[in-house]
Nanobody
Framework: QVQVAESGGGLVQAGGSLRLSCAAS????????LGWFRQAPGKEREFVVSIRWRHGSTHYADSVKGRFIISRDNAKDMVYLQMNSLKAEDSAVYYC?????????????????WGQGTQVTVSS
């Protein structure tokens, strides 16, 4: 079992920045990839960015490329999402997820463990 927990959400003005954190615990040695997804009210969950746990290679959704940066600290079992130049359409509940069957997959159903989500609200 792997547990993940997000934090760092909040209210920010458009153009501002916010940093989300994800703490992983449990059998983290089995984790091969971590990802961030988001879901706005009435919309489906969408992929944001993922990172290979061991190698650190990343994959970004086009909508956030150049604005968001994912990083991880393997020693601390932490992953971070630095969000810059935030837009109103970035408002959503952001979820951290871990996969043990893939690495930097964009498919939500390939992630085994999910956090409870943290709310990000970007005001215009």
């Amino acid at each position: 079992q792997v547990q993940v927990a997000e934090s760092g959400g909040g209210l920010v003005q458009a153009g501002g920045s916010l940093r989300l954190s994800c703490a992983a615990s449990g059998r983290t040695f089995s984790t091969t990839g971590l990802g961030w997804f988001r879901q706005a009210p009435g919309k489906e969950r969408e992929f944001v960015v993922s990172i290979r746990w061991r190698h650190g290679s990343t994959h970004y959704a086009d909508s956030v490329k150049g604005r968001f940066i994912i990083s991880r600290d393997n020693a601390k079992d932490m992953v971070y999402l630095q969000m810059n130049s935030l837009k109103a359409e970035d408002s959503a509940v952001y979820y951290c997820a871990a996969t043990s069957v893939a690495d930097d997959t964009v498919f939500s159903n390939e992630y085994d463990y999910w956090g409870q989500g943290t709310q990000v609200t970007v005001s215009s």
